[in-house]
């Protein structure tokens, strides 16, 4: 009787150490496993968004669809991703490709003019404190601009 309860406690103890080796294994291969790179789509919205200075609702109006539509594509939870991923990328000015991939740059990084490029120019001569308050007011005059044009259509 003594052998029995020697031979299960050792089968125990290896199948305890069997499963703790596999969960190990199975970590460092997640951590080993490259990023899904379609699986940050969500993120990529968002950072185009708040580049923007566009809240969700913003984008959801201007695509048509909700905002919880819009916070599910951020968490990559769910919702219609694919048949709005055009209007999505056109609002937030940036390619499809990038939304997809990352693999370009967003196209709202790019000046458009000279007196985008001008604009950029002075303000990274600017302080952080000055930084802030013309994004600030950059943000206002935006959404005025957006309201007007959303009033008149």
């Given at each position: 009787m003594l052998s029995n309860a020697v031979n299960h406690s050792?089968?125990?103890r290896l199948e305890k150490i069997t499963y703790l080796m596999a969960m190990d294994q199975a970590d460092r291969d997640k951590q080993d496993a490259a990023p899904d790179p379609a699986a940050l789509v969500g993120s990529r919205i968002r950072e185009s968004r708040l580049a923007r200075g566009m809240t969700q609702a913003?984008?959801?109006?201007?695509?048509?669809?909700?905002?919880?539509?819009?916070?599910?594509w951020e968490t990559e939870r769910a919702g219609q991703i694919r048949g709005n991923l055009t209007r999505i990328a056109s609002v937030l000015g940036v390619s499809v490709q990038f939304l997809l991939d990352g693999s370009s740059p967003p196209m709202s990084e790019r000046p458009e003019n000279g007196?985008?490029?001008a604009l950029l120019r002075l303000y990274r001569n600017c302080t952080e404190d000055d930084r802030a308050f013309?994004?600030?007011?950059?943000?206002?005059?935006?959404?005025?601009?957006?309201?007007?044009?959303s009033g008149s259509s």
């Open positions: 050792v089968v125990d913003d984008l959801a109006a201007a695509v048509g669809v909700t905002r919880s539509a819009v916070a599910q007196s985008e490029l013309l994004l600030r007011t950059a943000t206002r005059l935006a959404r005025t601009a957006e309201r007007e044009r």
